[in-house]
T-cell receptor, first 115, second 115 residues
Framework: GNSVTQMEGPVTLSEEAFLTINCTYT??????LFWYVQYPGEGLQLLLK?????DKGSNKGFEATYRKETTSFHLEKGSVQVSDSAVYFC??????????????FGAGTQVVVTP | NAGVMQNPRHLVRRRGQEARLRCSPM?????VYWYRQLPEEGLKFMVY????????ESGMPKERFSAEFPKEGPSILRIQQVVRGDSAAYFC?????????????FGSGTQLSVL
């Protein structure tokens, strides 16, 4: 079956540091890939997505590129802020239009940014 | 425009009691998904509902768990005879009809604690 593996946290960084969170997946067919972010006490929010190979999703300074050859979708940000402290989830859907909301999530990576 | 509303935020039950979790989707959204997040794990899909229909319940435990999304009112996730292993955060997400932009809108979750 489909699965998502992401690096364990917590990841602790200083403000303005470079952030990378690794995510790899196993899936058949043509999945869509997502990064969701969960701020303390809140629900998950879609951060970015990519629906086909070589697509790059980007939002709020975050980027991730859909790499089919390495089955990866690593999240990056060049200069983090304290407000980026949150838990980040990598997820995939199987790409079928009738089940796109049925997501497979990774375990989440907590990111802590210190001033 | 209110987001996805879940209540209660925290629910404490003793073993053997029933738990009812409510989810009001965003206005205009007719699709609801329930996910469960066990400690230190990612979110796991439970069930996908449209108004008055269960579309996919492949993630629901076979016993004690049920879900509904009536024509009027919120979606309800019901857990009968709760056990300690049911302690988790339960998240609801909604989406409008159709694939749209493949974006799920999540509520803030209900934290269920079973004593």
């Amino acid at each position: 079956g489909n699965s998502v593996t992401q690096m364990e946290g917590p990841v602790t960084l200083s403000e303005e540091a470079f952030l990378t969170i690794n995510c790899t997946y196993t899936a058949t067919g043509y999945p869509s890939l997502f990064w969701y972010v969960q701020y303390p006490g809140e629900g998950l929010q879609l951060l970015l997505k990519a629906t086909k190979a070589d697509d790059k999703g980007s939002n709020k300074g975050f980027e991730a590129t859909y790499r089919k050859e390495t089955t990866s979708f690593h999240l990056e940000k060049g200069s983090v802020q304290v407000s980026d402290s949150a838990v980040y989830f990598c997820a995939l859907s199987d790409g079928r239009t009738d089940s796109w909301g049925k997501l497979q999530f990774g375990a989440g990576t907590q990111v802590v940014v210190t001033p | 425009n209110a987001g996805v509303m879940q209540n209660p935020r925290h629910l404490v039950r003793r073993r053997g009691q029933e738990a009812r979790l409510r989810c009001s989707p965003m206005k205009g959204h007719s699709h609801v998904y329930w996910y469960r997040q066990l400690p230190e794990e990612g979110l796991k899909f439970m069930v996908y509902l449209q108004k008055e229909n269960i579309i996919d319940e492949s993630g629901m435990p076979k016993e004690r768990f049920s879900a509904e999304f009536p024509k009027e009112g919120p979606s309800i996730l019901r857990i009968q005879q709760v056990v300690r292993g049911d302690s988790a955060a339960y998240f609801c997400a909604s989406s409008p009809p159709g694939v749209a932009n493949e974006k799920l809108f999540f509520g803030s979750g209900t934290q269920l604690s079973v004593l």
